[in-house]
């Protein structure tokens, strides 16, 4: 009896303001009336998904061009092996691809082939072209849409978290790869990211339309889908025990919208996975503290959606605070066994995890991923914890532009920031392949890594976290 009436833990949310909010008053107004005209969007980016993938041959594929006097040639060796009779274009095709040790996969055109095998032998190739068998055999290349985005800030080169190209606040590729994964996936609007943190100003035109809404729940004052929670359309409440998750703070908001901000929409950012939709459940009071029998209860209410066909797959937790508790550790094992990534910031001490553990983020769970902040130059943020052991990642945290109250943005700093980057790449990656378990979905994003040497000895995974690497 005496055990149920220990107060829970403390539990907080910490971050800083980088720029001066005067900075941030001149910008704002002009973004909002700069949204309103037609913005070119911005050529595609440079950088490792032009230089590395743009040029990179597709494995064991051959695109091969025949001329008159190569067909006439195959025709002749099919005729020898065939008693005189001709060939048909097909067979044709098919003759020359067993010359190259590979398969026929589709006919472009009348001239031209494509090949495909485990690998190229280019040795075979060569002896072909020089013997006239094939007039030219080149390697079949990935191609990809020249697309961007639009949103103010992006253009403005502020998003440096997203994409860098050097310069004064970032430099070159000191970015998670957004614009590259976005080629891939940009989040299923199925998946849903519940958000653990202070609430979310669901007005916000950069996140209402990706905020979740209960399609089992109507306003009428009963529990219509029966989970326990009266019309809980948009989330819950453990503050203030309401079906009203708003954020009286603004830190939720920002965590947000770095995950799930709508893209290409003309307005201020755009989030690491920006069609997939958020799940505000507020833990986080005005002065940015809770508890953790409410974060243990969120936690539980996420499997408990996730349970009942609700497809959330990420947890963000932007928080921290208090010892190791058998509770909090069991609800992160639940989501877990749920097939829900809980992503988790590092703490802003600036101190070793390793010897001073930081919770929820310490906990040594198959689903849990502690993330470590960076500058845009990738240095370890001074603030930011870290641990050989105990943290995993490290993402943008300092300077990160997003969404605040209001259709208001502001740059912040801390590992609150860093980790929604990693819940966003999370939810790419499970958009994609939804049947991918929690450690999976941590083995891909901790092994694809951008190498930071700077923080060797810092973490698990010492590099910068890089979506379109984790899709690839």
């Not at 958020?278 to 936690?299: E, F, H, M, N, Y």
């Not at 963000?316 to 910031?345: C, H, P, Q, T, Y």
Request: aromatic share 8%.
């Amino acid at each position: 009896m005496g055990r149920d009436l220990v107060p829970a833990k403390r539990t907080k949310a910490s971050f800083r303001f980088y720029l001066p909010l005067l900075a941030a008053a001149v910008l704002i107004p002009f973004e909002q009336s700069r949204a309103q005209s037609t913005i070119v969007p911005p050529g595609f980016p440079k950088g490792p998904f032009i230089d590395q993938n743009m040029r990179s041959a597709k494995k064991g594929e051959l695109l091969v061009t025949l001329s008159s006097r190569t067909k006439s040639k195959l025709t002749n060796i099919f005729k020898k092996k065939n008693k005189g009779r001709s060939p048909s274009p097909y067979q044709l095709q098919s003759l020359l691809a067993k010359q190259l040790g590979l398969r026929v996969s589709d006919s472009i055109n009348a001239e031209t082939v494509l090949l495909k095998g485990k690998r190229v032998n280019s040795a075979k190739v060569k002896r072909a072209e020089s013997n006239g068998l094939v007039r030219r055999a080149q390697s079949n290349y990935s191609v990809f849409a020249f697309d961007s985005t639009n949103d103010f800030f992006y253009t403005l080169g502020l998003l440096w978290n997203l994409h860098s190209s050097g310069g004064f606040l970032s430099s070159e590729d000191i970015d998670v790869d957004a614009p590259e994964a976005w080629q891939i996936t940009t989040g299923s609007s199925s998946l849903v990211v519940a958000v653990v943190d202070t609430g979310l100003f669901y007005g916000h035109r950069d996140i209402a339309d990706n905020l979740w809404i209960n399609p089992r729940e109507e306003a009428n004052g009963l529990d219509d889908d029966g989970n326990g929670y009266i019309d809980d359309f948009n989330g819950w409440d453990f503050v203030n025990e309401d079906n009203d998750p708003d954020d009286d703070q603004f830190h939720g908001t920002h965590v947000a919208g770095t995950i799930a901000a709508v893209r290409n929409n003309g307005y201020g950012i755009a989030g690491v996975a920006p069609n997939v939709k958020i799940l505000p459940l507020k833990v986080l009071g005005s002065d940015g503290s809770g508890d953790t029998a409410g974060l243990v209860r969120a936690i539980d209410y996420a499997v408990l959606l996730k349970q009942s066909g609700v497809n959330v797959a990420v947890i963000n937790a932007s928080l921290g605070g208090g010892d190791r508790l058998d509770a909090l550790e069991n609800a992160i094992r639940r989501a877990d066994k749920a097939g829900i990534v809980f992503v988790a910031a590092a703490g802003n001490d600036g101190s070793d995890n390793d010897t001073s553990p930081v919770y929820p983020a310490g906990y040594d769970l198959a689903n849990v991923i502690s993330v470590a902040a960076l500058t845009g130059h990738g240095a370890l943020a001074d603030f930011s914890n870290y641990g050989a052991r105990s943290v995993h990642v490290a993402a943008p945290g300092d300077g990160i532009w997003s969404s605040i109250i209001l259709n208001f943005y502001l740059p912040f700093s801390g590992t609150s920031m860093a980790a929604p980057h990693v819940a966003g790449i999370a939810a790419l990656l499970k958009s994609r392949n939804p049947s991918m378990s929690p450690s999976t979905v941590k083995s891909r994003i901790m092994n694809s890594v951008k190498p930071l040497s700077g923080l060797e000895g810092k973490m698990r995974a010492p590099g910068i976290v890089s979506a379109y690497r984790a899709l690839r």
